[in-house]
């Protein structure tokens, strides 16, 4: 059974930084794609960074500089480093993997999903 475990949420105020992990099982997701989404309330899951097996990235424009995803092949784990965190990032934040190759950029080329980590920023 895959199962994708986030961890690393919480609440900070503007400013601040949070890490998010995701550690995988089940499967090994080295050379497909992994990614992060988030959903605020009211709103719809978008995509907020994805990585390839290679170390390529994708960043929605609202994150670029301020976020920074990372992923460790061998431990079939994925980070996101969120730095300068602004209200409007407040969201459940999701992980993602492929379990075929795909666009980077594209939600369905991800079919694995974790249960999802709350953040929340203060203002």
């Known amino acids: 059974q895959v199962q994708l475990v986030e961890s690393g949420g919480g609440l900070v105020q503007a400013g601040g930084s949070l890490k998010l992990s995701c550690a995988a099982s089940?499967?090994?997701?080295?050379?497909?794609?992994m990614g992060w989404f988030r959903q605020a309330p009211g709103k719809e899951r978008e995509l907020v960074a994805a990585i390839s097996s290679g170390g390529s990235t994708y960043y929605a424009d609202s994150v670029k500089g301020r976020f920074t995803i990372s992923r460790d092949n061998v431990k079939n784990t994925v980070f996101l480093q969120m730095n300068s965190l602004e209200p409007e990032d407040t969201a459940v934040y999701y992980c993602?993997?492929?379990?075929?190759?795909?666009?980077?950029?594209?939600?369905?080329?991800?079919?694995?999903w974790g249960q999802g980590t709350q953040v929340t920023v203060s203002s």
């Open positions: 993602a993997a492929a379990s075929s190759y795909g666009f980077l950029n594209r939600a369905s080329t991800y079919n694995y």
């Open positions: 089940g499967r090994t997701f080295g050379n497909k794609p």
